[in-house]
């Protein structure tokens, strides 16, 4: 017998088909757009292989297994992701001070040039076999587990985010810890939904939803500020002279850091006295 699919199957086979065309796509050409998209799908099918492993608990092993093949390939899309996120920051320091950043673009122009040539030589090395794998691998393992199966299992998880987040709550966020809860809060989110697609009560009530939604749109001028802020810096360690017009840039952006991360912790830490208690 080789079992019923369980119903959450079906959200990762849409999930999963959308992600095959996007692969299929980049495999002509990396353009950004398409590569952010492909990313955001790659974070939900690890979080379904997660699920899956927590699932089939006995089988030691199994979400590498299952999902081993994609993880360089995530990876550089999360860069790529990245890199777009700076280079936005670039574009808009620019237009508000109405100076010309020319050395610092050129730094961000090779470091594209770089890792689009190779996550195009990682798209286009790759074969279908792998996505077939992947998606044999994963219906296999979908097959005879109950709802009541992947609620206790998405509930253990959860939990296990939440004891991350107990520590975390106790200390100074400093900006790995940061990090972390916004990937964290995006894989609650996520595994929710699949819980009210399964017709189960969802975990928190709606008004914790709505704070932990903001919490995670809240962290991303956060995220894309740590970001710019590491990439100039990267820039201007490798200065001999550096201009002021740089020197007073980077300066902005620390302060705007001090300022997002009293933010985010601040309301990280209400939301977490609500979730933790």
Not at 23 to 33: D, N, P, V
Not at 109 to 127: A, E, N, P, W
């Amino acid at each position: 017998m080789r079992g019923t699919l369980s119903p959450v199957f079906q959200v990762f086979e849409q999930q999963f088909f959308e992600a095959k065309d996007l692969f299929l796509i980049l495999s002509k050409q990396i353009k950004s757009k398409k590569a952010i998209a492909l990313s955001g799908k790659m974070i939900f099918l690890e979080i379904y292989a997660e699920l899956l492993a927590k699932v089939h608990y006995q089988k030691e092993g199994l979400e590498f297994d299952i999902y081993s093949d994609f993880k360089k390939l995530k990876k550089n899309l999360q860069k790529i992701h990245h890199f777009k996120l700076v280079e936005k920051r670039l574009n808009e320091q620019e237009l508000r001070s109405g100076l010309v950043y020319a050395g610092y673009r050129d730094f961000l122009d090779r470091q594209k040039k770089q890792l689009y040539i190779q996550t195009f030589d990682m798209v286009v090395s790759s074969t279908l076999k792998s996505w077939e794998d992947f998606y044999l691998k994963s219906e296999k393992a979908s097959r005879g587990i109950k709802p009541l199966m992947v609620n206790t299992a998405i509930n253990q998880i959860i939990q296990e985010e939440l004891e991350y987040f107990t520590i975390d709550a106790k200390g100074k966020m400093d900006s790995m810890v940061l990090r972390d809860i916004f990937e964290g809060l995006r894989k609650i989110i996520i595994f929710e939904n699949l819980l009210i697609h399964l017709g189960f009560n969802p975990i928190f009530i709606s008004s914790i939803h709505i704070e932990i939604e903001e919490l995670k749109d809240n962290l991303k001028p956060w995220y894309s500020n740590h970001l710019t802020l590491q990439s100039l810096s990267g820039f201007l360690a490798e200065k001999q002279d550096v201009s002021k017009k740089y020197l007073k840039w980077a300066k902005d952006l620390k302060e705007e850091k001090k300022m997002l991360s009293v933010q985010a912790e601040n309301q990280a830490k209400s939301l977490f006295r609500k979730i933790l208690n």
